[in-house]
C-alpha cells in the first residue's frame, strides 16, 4: 500500500531497498573497503587512515582475536573507549570475526559497568587506561577473562603518540593509577599478525551487537541488534541522503560518542560506506580544541544534539569556521528548539534537519528530507521501507493529527531484550509492530512530530501536559541558556510543571519568567516551580536532558 509520507520524499529517494544484496555487515564493508581502498577513511588527533590501513588493522585484530585469544562467533566482546581510532579498528575486527559487540560508554561507574558486563556475559574487553580503574573495581565480579587495553594516542604515529600520551597522564592527570594482572596492550595484539582475515559464515540473523537502553529508567537492557537489522538501516540511511554526497568522497564530522547508536550507524557507519573521510571528535566539551578541529577541514556532514548546536554558537571563534561547503546537519536525540536551528541557518547558511530514531531500530525511523529548505519544527518522514502508525491506548489506529503512542515496523527492529523475554513481549504487539513509548501525532502530509516521551507527559487537572512544549516555549527566551521541565504532586491539581533554569542572562527573574510563560502558554501549563541552577543540566553522553535525573 502506498504511504502518504512517500509524495514528500526528495526526488531522488526510492521507496523500496534491496536488503538482500550483501549477506552480512563484514561483507558490507569489505566491498566498501575495496571500492575505496585509496582514500582517507577516519582521521583523530590530527591523523588519518586509509580505508586500506583501517582493513589491514582490522584484519589484524581480527587475526589475534581469533588465533590467540580463541574467540569464536557469537562470543560476546564489550569496548570501551571515546571517539578515536583504536574505537573503529575494535569495531570492524569484532564483525569480521563474528562477535558480539556490546558498545559500553567511557565514563560508566563501576556499578554501571558490572550490570552491563555480567547481563551481556562479555568475557573480552577492549578499554582505553583511563577507565582502567573502573573495570578493576568490578572486574572480580564480571566474565571478563580478556583485558585490552589502549592509551588514547597509540593509534598515532610516533613522536605524536608518546607526546599525547605523555600529557594525558602526567601532564592532565586524566589517568589514575590501575592495577589489572595480564593485562593485554592493543598495539602488542597488531604485531606479527597477517594483514588478511578469513571471515566466517555470518548469516543474516546473526546478532551483531547488543546496544544497551534504558539504563535512566532502571537497570539498562540489551537491545539484540542482527547483522540484518543494522545493515537494512545503514542501506535506509544512505537510500535517503547519499545522494547529496560528492562522489569524490566527503569529510564528515563526527562528535558524538560511537558508544551511542545515532554515532555508530547514522554518522560513523553510514559515512563509511559512502566513502566519506569520518573526523572523530574525542572530547567535544572541550569546544576550543573542537571548533580548532572544525577549521581545518571543509566538512560536509554534521550531526549533532540540540545542546551541542547551541554550545558551539555560544563559542565567538565558530563564526570562524568555514561552511561552503556544508550540505547536510542532522540533529536528533532530542527536540530541536526552533530558536537555534534558526541561529544555526543565520551562521551555518544550513537548515538543521531533525530526525527520529531508537537504540530498538537500530536507530533511525524518521527524517526530514535532505532538500529541505526551512526548519519546520517537524520530526520527519518514516524512512523507505519503515511502516510507523500512531495507536491509541488500546492499540488502535487514530486519526491523522491526534496524538498517540508512535508504533513501528520495519527490517530495523530489534529481535528483542536481551534476557528480558517478559519485557520484550511487552514492547511489541500481536502483529509486530514496536511500542516505542512516544508520544506523536501525523499530519495530513505524513510528517510526523514527536511531542514527548509517554512516561514523561504530565497530567495537570486532567489536562495532558508535554515537558517538550513547555522547554521549547521557554528556550525563545534570550535570557534562558537551558531548561528542563518534569512534573511534581500537587495536592489541587494531582500534578504541576516544574522548570530547572540555567541563565544565559543572570538579570533573568522568577517573575519575569514568569510573565513570559503566561504570554505564551494556556494557564494550566504555566510552571509552578522555577529553580534555577549555576550548573548544567545532567544529560546522557550525546547531550540529551535527563529528566528523570532531576526527580526527587
Request: aromatic share 10%.
Given at each position: 500500500?502506498?504511504?502518504?509520507?512517500?509524495?514528500?520524499?526528495?526526488?531522488?529517494v526510492?521507496?523500496?531497498?534491496?536488503?538482500?544484496?550483501?549477506?552480512?555487515l563484514?561483507?558490507?564493508?569489505?566491498?566498501?573497503?575495496?571500492?575505496y581502498?585509496d582514500?582517507?577513511?577516519?582521521?583523530?588527533?590530527g591523523?588519518?587512515?586509509?580505508?586500506?590501513?583501517?582493513?589491514?588493522?582490522?584484519?589484524?585484530?581480527?587475526?589475534?582475536?581469533?588465533?590467540?585469544?580463541?574467540?569464536?562467533?557469537?562470543?560476546?566482546?564489550?569496548i570501551?573507549?571515546?571517539?578515536?581510532?583504536?574505537?573503529?579498528?575494535?569495531?570492524?575486527?569484532?564483525?569480521?570475526?563474528?562477535?558480539?559487540?556490546?558498545?559500553?560508554?567511557?565514563?560508566?561507574?563501576?556499578?554501571?559497568?558490572?550490570?552491563?558486563?555480567?547481563?551481556?556475559g562479555?568475557?573480552t574487553?577492549?578499554?582505553?587506561?583511563?577507565?582502567?580503574?573502573?573495570?578493576?573495581k568490578c572486574?572480580?565480579?564480571?566474565?571478563?577473562?580478556?583485558?585490552?587495553c589502549?592509551?588514547?594516542?597509540?593509534s598515532?604515529?610516533?613522536?605524536?603518540?608518546a607526546?599525547?600520551?605523555?600529557?594525558?597522564?602526567?601532564?592532565?592527570?586524566?589517568?589514575?593509577?590501575?592495577?589489572?594482572?595480564?593485562?593485554?596492550?592493543?598495539?602488542?595484539?597488531?604485531?606479527n599478525?597477517?594483514?588478511?582475515?578469513?571471515?566466517?559464515?555470518?548469516?543474516?540473523?546473526?546478532?551483531?551487537?547488543?546496544?544497551?537502553?534504558?539504563?535512566?529508567?532502571?537497570?539498562?537492557?540489551?537491545?539484540?541488534?542482527?547483522?540484518?537489522?543494522?545493515?537494512?538501516?545503514?542501506?535506509?540511511?544512505?537510500?535517503?541522503?547519499?545522494?547529496?554526497l560528492?562522489?569524490?568522497?566527503?569529510?564528515v564530522?563526527?562528535?558524538?560518542?560511537?558508544?551511542?547508536?545515532?554515532?555508530?550507524?547514522?554518522?560513523?557507519?553510514?559515512?563509511?560506506?559512502?566513502?566519506?573521510?569520518?573526523?572523530?571528535?574525542?572530547?567535544?566539551k572541550?569546544?576550543?580544541?573542537?571548533?580548532?578541529?572544525?577549521?581545518?577541514?571543509?566538512?560536509?556532514?554534521?550531526?549533532?544534539?540540540?545542546?551541542l548546536?547551541?554550545?558551539?554558537?555560544?563559542?565567538?571563534?565558530?563564526?570562524?569556521?568555514?561552511?561552503?561547503?556544508?550540505?547536510?546537519?542532522?540533529s536528533?536525540?532530542?527536540?530541536?528548539?526552533?530558536?537555534?536551528?534558526?541561529?544555526?541557518?543565520?551562521?551555518?547558511g544550513?537548515?538543521?534537519?531533525?530526525?527520529?530514531?531508537?537504540?530498538?531500530?537500530?536507530?533511525?525511523?524518521?527524517?526530514?528530507p535532505?532538500?529541505?529548505?526551512?526548519?519546520?519544527?517537524?520530526?520527519?518522514?518514516?524512512?523507505?521501507?519503515?511502516?510507523?502508525?500512531?495507536?491509541?491506548?488500546?492499540?488502535?489506529?487514530?486519526?491523522?493529527?491526534?496524538?498517540?503512542?508512535?508504533?513501528?515496523?520495519?527490517?530495523?527492529?530489534m529481535?528483542?531484550?536481551?534476557?528480558?523475554?517478559?519485557?520484550?513481549?511487552n514492547?511489541?504487539?500481536?502483529?509486530?509492530?514496536?511500542?516505542?513509548?512516544?508520544?506523536?501525532y501525523m499530519?495530513?502530509?505524513?510528517?510526523?512530530?514527536i511531542?514527548?516521551?509517554?512516561k514523561?507527559?504530565?497530567?495537570?487537572?486532567?489536562?495532558?501536559?508535554?515537558?517538550?512544549?513547555?522547554?521549547?516555549?521557554?528556550?525563545?527566551?534570550?535570557?534562558?541558556?537551558?531548561?528542563?521541565?518534569?512534573g511534581?504532586?500537587?495536592?489541587?491539581?494531582?500534578?504541576?510543571?516544574?522548570?530547572?533554569?540555567?541563565?544565559?542572562?543572570?538579570?533573568?527573574?522568577?517573575?519575569?519568567?514568569?510573565?513570559y510563560?503566561?504570554?505564551?502558554?494556556?494557564?494550566?501549563?504555566?510552571?509552578?516551580?522555577?529553580?534555577?541552577?549555576t550548573?548544567?543540566l545532567?544529560?546522557?553522553?550525546?547531550?540529551?536532558?535527563?529528566?528523570?535525573?532531576?526527580?526527587g
Amino acid at each position: 500500500m502506498t504511504k502518504r509520507w512517500y509524495a514528500q520524499y526528495d526526488k531522488e529517494v526510492k521507496t523500496s531497498i534491496d536488503f538482500e544484496e550483501f549477506p552480512n555487515l563484514p561483507a558490507y564493508f569489505e566491498s566498501c573497503f575495496e571500492k575505496y581502498k585509496d582514500r582517507p577513511a577516519f582521521n583523530n588527533m590530527g591523523h588519518t587512515i586509509s580505508f586500506q590501513e583501517l582493513r589491514e588493522l582490522a584484519n589484524q585484530l581480527a587475526n589475534y582475536l581469533t588465533n590467540d585469544l580463541k574467540l569464536e562467533k557469537g562470543d560476546r566482546i564489550a569496548i570501551m573507549m571515546p571517539n578515536c581510532l583504536q574505537n573503529v579498528i575494535s569495531l570492524f575486527a569484532a564483525l569480521k570475526v563474528g562477535l558480539i559487540v556490546v558498545n559500553v560508554n567511557p565514563i560508566y561507574t563501576p556499578r554501571e559497568l558490572e550490570h552491563q558486563l555480567k547481563d551481556a556475559g562479555a568475557t573480552t574487553i577492549i578499554i582505553f587506561e583511563n577507565a582502567m580503574l573502573t573495570l578493576e573495581k568490578c572486574l572480580k565480579n564480571t566474565p571478563i577473562k580478556n583485558v585490552i587495553c589502549t592509551k588514547l594516542g597509540d593509534s598515532l604515529p610516533f613522536p605524536k603518540s608518546a607526546i599525547i600520551n605523555f600529557v594525558i597522564k602526567h601532564i592532565k592527570k586524566m589517568v589514575p593509577k590501575w592495577n589489572i594482572p595480564n593485562t593485554i596492550w592493543f598495539n602488542d595484539t597488531l604485531k606479527n599478525q597477517p594483514t588478511t582475515f578469513e571471515m566466517p559464515e555470518i548469516s543474516k540473523d546473526c546478532i551483531a551487537f547488543l546496544q544497551y537502553t534504558g539504563g535512566t529508567t532502571g537497570l539498562a537492557k540489551g537491545a539484540i541488534l542482527t547483522h540484518y537489522n543494522v545493515l537494512s538501516n545503514l542501506l535506509q540511511c544512505s537510500v535517503w541522503f547519499n545522494f547529496v554526497l560528492s562522489e569524490d568522497g566527503d569529510v564528515v564530522i563526527n562528535a558524538l560518542p560511537i558508544c551511542h547508536i545515532f554515532s555508530l550507524v547514522a554518522v560513523c557507519f553510514s559515512s563509511f560506506v559512502n566513502g566519506c573521510e569520518n573526523v572523530l571528535i574525542t572530547n567535544p566539551k572541550d569546544l576550543k580544541t573542537f571548533i580548532g578541529v572544525l577549521r581545518k577541514f571543509q566538512f560536509a556532514s554534521f550531526a549533532g544534539v540540540n545542546t551541542l548546536f547551541k554550545k558551539l554558537m555560544e563559542h565567538p571563534d565558530f563564526k570562524k569556521v568555514d561552511f561552503s561547503k556544508l550540505k547536510m546537519c542532522a540533529s536528533g536525540g532530542m527536540a530541536t528548539e526552533e530558536a537555534v536551528a534558526k541561529k544555526w541557518k543565520e551562521i551555518t547558511g544550513n537548515i538543521l534537519l531533525e530526525g527520529y530514531g531508537l537504540t530498538e531500530c537500530s536507530p533511525v525511523v524518521l527524517f526530514n528530507p535532505i532538500l529541505t529548505e526551512t526548519f519546520s519544527g517537524k520530526t520527519g518522514l518514516p524512512l523507505p521501507e519503515t511502516d510507523v502508525q500512531i495507536r491509541d491506548e488500546d492499540g488502535k489506529e487514530v486519526p491523522v493529527g491526534d496524538v498517540g503512542e508512535i508504533c513501528i515496523s520495519g527490517p530495523q527492529v530489534m529481535k528483542g531484550y536481551w534476557n528480558h523475554e517478559e519485557e520484550t513481549k511487552n514492547v511489541f504487539y500481536e502483529d509486530g509492530y514496536l511500542k516505542t513509548g512516544d508520544m506523536a501525532y501525523m499530519d495530513e502530509r505524513g510528517y510526523f512530530k514527536i511531542v514527548d516521551r509517554k512516561k514523561d507527559m504530565v497530567i495537570v487537572s486532567g489536562f495532558n501536559v508535554y515537558p517538550t512544549e513547555i522547554e521549547n516555549v521557554i528556550a525563545n527566551n534570550p535570557k534562558v541558556f537551558e531548561v528542563a521541565a518534569i512534573g511534581i504532586p500537587d495536592e489541587t491539581t494531582g500534578e504541576a510543571v516544574k522548570v530547572f533554569i540555567v541563565k544565559h542572562d543572570d538579570s533573568l527573574t522568577k517573575e519575569e519568567l514568569l510573565e513570559y510563560c503566561r504570554e505564551n502558554l494556556t494557564n494550566y501549563k504555566i510552571p509552578k516551580v522555577i529553580e534555577f541552577r549555576t550548573e548544567e543540566l545532567p544529560k546522557t553522553p550525546v547531550g540529551k536532558i535527563l529528566r528523570r535525573a532531576l526527580q526527587g
